[in-house]
C-alpha cells in the first residue's frame, strides 16, 4: 500500500515556465514532508521541506504547499531551468520521531524542461 | 547540510559471494543511520534503521540474516549484503538524519550481481 503518491511518472514543462509536482499522502500521522531531487547514479539531494503547522514554505525559485485536509503537497519552480531536468521525489515522516524516523517515498516525477 | 560519504559508488560481484558498503557521517555525529534501496523505476524503499551500539531494526520483508548492518561508530554503519545473488542488484543508499529532520543522502551504491 503505497502512503505517498505521486501519480504523475512524467512531467514536461517549456524553460522559464512554473514547473508543478503534485504529492498525495494516506497517512494521517505524517507531519513532515520533503522534496528531493535525484539525478541517475547519484543520491537525491535535499531541496525543500514543510512541517504541518505551516501551509507554505519558499525558498528561492522552489515553493512547497500543504493541503493538510486534502492529504495533498505540491512543489512549485518558477521559473523552470534546464538544470531542473531530473526525478523528484517527495517523502514524508512523523517529526515527533525526532529525526529517529525513516522516511516514506513516492515513486518520483521525472520533470523534462525544455529549452 | 551535513556531509555523508557512501563507498563503493558501484560494484560488481559474483553470484553468492558478500559485498559490503560503507557509509560514513562526515561532519556530524550520527546515532541513527538509515539504509534504503531503490529498483529501478521504483520508489526508495526504507531497508533497516542502523543505530549506534546495538542491532539495527529492519523493515518488514527484509531479511536481516543477508543484509547485515553494523554501525560501530557515530560516524560509520556498513552494509553488508551476504550471498547476493542477480534479485539483488540494485541501487542502495545511506541517510543520516539532521537536527532539522531532513535527510542527508550517500552518493549511493549501484550493484550489480552477475
Known amino acids: 500500500d503505497q502512503q505517498v503518491k505521486q501519480n504523475s511518472p512524467s512531467l514536461s514543462v517549456q524553460e522559464g515556465r512554473i514547473s508543478i509536482l503534485n504529492c498525495d499522502y494516506t497517512n494521517s500521522m505524517f507531519d513532515y514532508f520533503l522534496w528531493y531531487k535525484k539525478y541517475p547514479a547519484e543520491g537525491p539531494t535535499f531541496l525543500i521541506s514543510i512541517s504541518s503547522i505551516k501551509d507554505k514554505n519558499e525558498d528561492g525559485r522552489f515553493t512547497v504547499f500543504l493541503n493538510k485536509s486534502a492529504k495533498h503537497l505540491s512543489l512549485h519552480i518558477v521559473p523552470s531551468q534546464p538544470g531542473d531536468s531530473a526525478v523528484y521525489f517527495c517523502a514524508a515522516s512523523r517529526y515527533s520521531g525526532g529525526g529517529a524516523d525513516g522516511l516514506t517515498f513516492g515513486k518520483g516525477t521525472h520533470l523534462i524542461i525544455q529549452p | 547540510g551535513a556531509v555523508v560519504s557512501q563507498h563503493p559508488s558501484w560494484v560488481i560481484c559474483k553470484s553468492g559471494t558478500s559485498v559490503k558498503i560503507e557509509c560514513r557521517s562526515l561532519d556530524f555525529q550520527a546515532t541513527t543511520m538509515f539504509w534504503y534501496r531503490q529498483f529501478p523505476k521504483q520508489s526508495l524503499m526504507l531497508m533497516a534503521t542502523?543505530?549506534?551500539?546495538?542491532?539495527?531494526?529492519?523493515e518488514q520483508g527484509v531479511e536481516k540474516d543477508k543484509f547485515l548492518i553494523n554501525h560501530a561508530s557515530l560516524t560509520l554503519s556498513t552494509l553488508t549484503v551476504t550471498s547476493a545473488h542477480p534479485e539483488d542488484s540494485s541501487f542502495y543508499i545511506c541517510t543520516i538524519r539532521g537536527m532539522n529532520t531532513e535527510a542527508f543522502f550517500g552518493q549511493g551504491t549501484r550493484l550489480t550481481v552477475v
Open positions: 542502523s543505530n549506534e551500539g546495538s542491532k539495527a531494526t529492519y
